[in-house]
């Protein structure tokens, strides 16, 4: 140590000098060091601080030690004197340098400390060392906490491959995190997909020149695609399901659905629909069928119950259908381009087949009435899955769940069980055919902690509850636990960063991203612009949209009426020439999007790109005979 006191009444200079400790106790896991501060100690008064690495010299080695508790022997401190500290520090790992000059880091320790090793803090170079990671396609996503200038490091491969999550309380700077590894990765990886399924409609404005955007004014998801528990959830809103209504469906869609192949096979001679084979299909099949064919058979049903108890469940069911297709916020599902088959204009839509240089589908579900959001998450991810495995792993994709705890929460009676199974399906298979996870929360207590367990990767944010603190101790294995003491207190945009996509668990601060980039920007800058003075509000702008999220719509009941009743007698010859036109303003997405894949398909391409660019049919053909 520098023993030279300072000149009485001069500040202690802010410098970074080798002041050195000693071992006076050591064993498996931790150590204690004793020091000195005060005036005589040149070093900055932040030097032995908890959160900082340091390292014990022991023969050619440097034994790496995490502060996590400063203390005085007395407990009490005397000012304008020299006194003696403990440093308890956590034990993670050995720096050694090698024959050829090189310093490598290893999580365990050889030799450890004895008593008297000197410690001091940790050189940049033995830091450098640490968190270089020999990981292969490894990008930088922020620095190091304690030293700005070496990289936090991250293997992209290594994080997508074998999922990974982001937690953190609200506020902390979630979402904004996210979007800088999500532009990590497609940047790295430009064959994945991506698909967000966003119940705050914030991810959208992240990624304007990389994705694309539906909401539920702007896209078809057949009812058809619904498998029949998917179906019976939207049928019920909810509620818990009738077991008798349920068979009933189970029984009547299929022979719904023969009919509807019927009619399309007298109406047309597409080859395309004599490849499929309707003699094995079953209530979950994807293969579309009309709603009015099916209430007919419910009606010829209760026609032959005459008198019998089962006529009075038969008409409830017939009123539910009746109600879901009337309900102006079902729309999406019962649209005119929904009762055609569709499939492969929706799939190629949602899971950019082709990409046409937009990987990214931002799903909106604010705009969904709540009792089907379930439903519509648990389509999504079975269908991710099921593309990923018809396609033989050539249509990779990550699904990122925001606020993941809604459909897989921590209880199992809890939630939409269709939705845990599709999700769980994919944190403990997906890695096997090309679909992976990322699961996004501020309440990893409220998670499943299955799910969670398949996340090998995990940035940990502020967190103030306990419970969620102990969960993310229980995630992290041997040393560095003590870094969860930080989880509380460490700042926005900071995280602490463990598992396979990191050489060692590290805490770190996320780069700054464009503010135009940033989740919700366009929220952000109408409210900005609101506080520069700009007053102008249009109240019936507001009404409308208040209205379309409510489904409060001016739709009086005869207009509803008459639109049921036309989907119930439009033939489906005249239905297949004439709805698409009728719904142009609303749904001309899919006839651009359709035309466009057309030219993509016409066009010749180069042999190397004939390997991507597959057809899309070919998957829909595939995925109907695997569910079949």
Sequence with gaps: MNTEALPAGQARPFVRNRTDGHVIECNGEKAIIHAKTGPSVSASEDYWAVGQLISIQVAESRVVGLVYKVD??????????????????????????????????????????????????????????????????TVSVGH???????????????LISRHFAVLGSTGVGKS??????????????????????????????????????????????????????????????????????????????????????????AAT?????????????????????????????????????????????????????????????YRFMFSAPTTLDTMRQTIGHIFRVPKNDRPICVFQLAGLPSEVVNSVASVLCRMAFDLAVSSDGRV???????????????????????????????AKEGRKYGVYLAVITQRPGELDPTILSQCSTVFAMRLGNERDQEIIRGAITGASQSTIGFLSSIANREAIAFGEAVPTPMRMMFETIAPEQLPAAHITKTQESVRLGDTHISLDTILMRMRQLNAAESI???????????????????????????????????????????????????????????RASDLIRSFRSDKS
């Design 72 to 137: 005085l022997p007395g407990a009490q401190w005397e000012q304008g004197i020299d006194q003696s500290i403990h440093i308890h520090v956590e034990l993670v790992g050995q720096v050694d340098t090698q024959t050829d000059g090189t310093l490598r880091f290893s999580s365990g320790i050889a030799t450890y400390p004895h008593m008297g090793a000197i410690a001091h803090r940790i050189r940049a170079a033995d830091l450098a060392a640490i968190y270089t990671t020999t990981l292969k396609n």
């Design 144 to 158: 190091l906490s304690q030293n700005a200038d070496i990289p936090a490091l991250i293997s992209i491969d290594s």
């Design 176 to 265: 904004s995190a996210v979007s800088l590894l999500l532009r990590k990765i497609i940047r790295q990886r430009p064959d994945l997909r991506v698909l967000i399924l966003d119940p705050h409609n914030e991810f959208a404005s992240a990624f304007p020149e990389h994705s694309i955007s539906i909401d539920y004014t702007t896209f078809d998801l057949p009812y058809w695609l619904f498998r029949l528990d998917e179906f019976a959830e939207a049928v019920f809103r909810g509620r818990p399901t009738v077991p008798a209504e349920v068979d009933a469906l189970r029984d009547m869609i299929p022979i719904a659905k023969e009919r509807f192949a019927s009619a399309e096979a």
């Design 269 to 329: 001679s597409s080859l395309l629909k004599k490849d499929r084979d309707y003699s094995s299909m079953t209530a979950d099949t994807p293969a579309p069928y009309r709603i009015a064919d099916l209430i007919k058979l419910i009606e010829e049903r209760i026609g032959q119950l005459d008198g019998k108890p089962d006529r009075p469940t038969m008409k409830a069911l017939k009123q539910r259908l009746q109600a879901l297709v009337a309900d102006p916020r």
């Design 396 to 426: 990779q994709t990550l699904v990122v769940c925001e606020e993941a705890h809604r459909y897989i929460p921590a209880d199992a009676t809890a939630g939409f069980w269709p939705t845990r199974q599709a999700i769980a399906r994919i």
């Design 556 to 614: 009086n009941n005869d207009d509803i009426i008459d639109s049921f009743e036309n989907i119930v007698s439009t033939p489906v010859a005249s239905q297949r020439t004439s709805a698409l036109p009728s719904q142009e303003p609303a749904r001309s997405h899919w006839r651009n999007f359709d035309t466009g894949t057309r030219k993509e398909e016409e066009v010749p391409k180069p042999q190397q790109e004939s390997t991507e660019r597959f």
